[in-house]
């Protein structure tokens, strides 16, 4: 996916999520990394996001992860803040710390500098927490930083709306 002209599929994600989840009754929060906040910003550009959106932590730092949402230091030690345990761990943090139905986690290297040979500039993990589980998805975009970003946040709208359209909460 480029990150140009993004903006037209992220809009339209954010306000089918924003029906379903007003219509299901459910709450939402997000733990984002790589992404900066653009996931709550999107879910936040739908009139009336206040209804399902409790709020989000951008844990950039890793003491941000251990501290508020509570990722284990030996997660971070073993697999590195890019890693499936940690975007599950962020997921579910944050469904404990704002007290919501379901959790975001987003956590990867949006370049264009940072990358190594086996976590390479554009690898993002996200994860979705509910009371179905936990689903962790990996991508693995290109070289482009805000193509990386908008990418990220447009599979986290879907990977929101799969799991709910899966019965997952």
């Not at 482009?144 to 599979?155: F, H, L, T, Y």
């Amino acid at each position: 996916m480029e990150g140009k002209g993004m903006e037209g599929a992220i809009l339209p994600k954010a306000e089918e999520l924003g029906r379903r989840l007003r219509v299901l009754g459910l709450s939402l929060g997000t733990a984002e990394s790589c992404t900066g906040g653009g996931l709550a910003d999107a879910i936040t550009d739908v009139a009336g996001s206040s209804d399902y959106f409790v709020g989000g932590v951008v844990a950039y730092a890793n003491r941000v992860k251990e501290q508020l949402l509570g990722v284990g230091p030996g997660l971070l030690a073993t697999h590195g803040a890019v890693s499936e345990p940690v975007a599950r761990a962020m997921a579910e943090g944050v469904r404990r710390l704002l007290g919501v139905d379901l959790g975001v986690g987003i956590t990867g290297i949006a370049g264009p500098g940072g990358g190594t040979p086996e976590k390479p500039v554009g690898l993002v993990y996200i994860a979705v927490a509910g009371l179905g589980g936990t689903d962790v998805r990996r991508f693995q975009w290109g070289e482009d930083r805000i193509g990386n970003k908008r990418c990220s946040v447009e599979a986290a709208l879907e990977m929101l709306l799969g799991y709910l359209e899966g019965s997952r909460v």
